[in-house]
């Protein structure tokens, strides 16, 4: 395996292997990478996550605030933080997750790297 695909597919090892759900964001908070477990928290399939918006999940901030505040302004280019928020599931039952998340430049473009954490260990 050359660097590349050997880098891919330990990237896509440490995805499979987390516990909490990892989802990667566009600037406009599209996703863009999921894991399973991500997936599962919500009750949807992978291909259904990706490509959805944060705003379509998210159940305890507002659009204006998630894509006009948290995705430009608190989430800076390598610095972590860390919040509780609410997360909707696709048959509408809300949960409380904790969230950690940072802002890096990946090709050229800024992503979030987000991790949720069901906050009663569902």
Same mark, same amino acid.
């Given at each position: 395996l050359n660097r590349t695909a050997r880098g891919s597919a330990r990237n896509q090892l440490l995805l499979?292997?987390?516990?909490?759900?990892?989802?990667?964001?566009d600037e406009r908070g599209n996703v863009i990478e999921a894991n399973e477990q991500f997936c599962l928290m919500l009750g949807y399939r992978r291909e259904e996550v990706l490509g959805m918006? !944060?705003?379509?999940?998210d159940a305890s901030m507002t659009p204006e605030v998630l894509l006009e505040d948290l995705l430009p302004h608190r989430l800076r280019l390598n610095t972590a933080i860390t919040f509780e928020s609410r997360h909707r599931r696709r048959d509408g039952v809300?949960?409380? !997750?904790?969230i950690?998340?940072?802002?890096?430049?990946?090709?050229?473009?800024?992503v979030i790297y987000a991790s949720a954490?069901?906050?009663?260990?569902?």
């Open positions: 499979r292997a987390a516990c909490d759900g990892i989802h990667v964001l918006n !944060v705003v379509q999940w809300v949960f409380d !997750v904790w950690s998340a940072t802002a890096f430049m990946l090709d050229g473009k800024r954490r069901d906050k009663i260990g569902r």
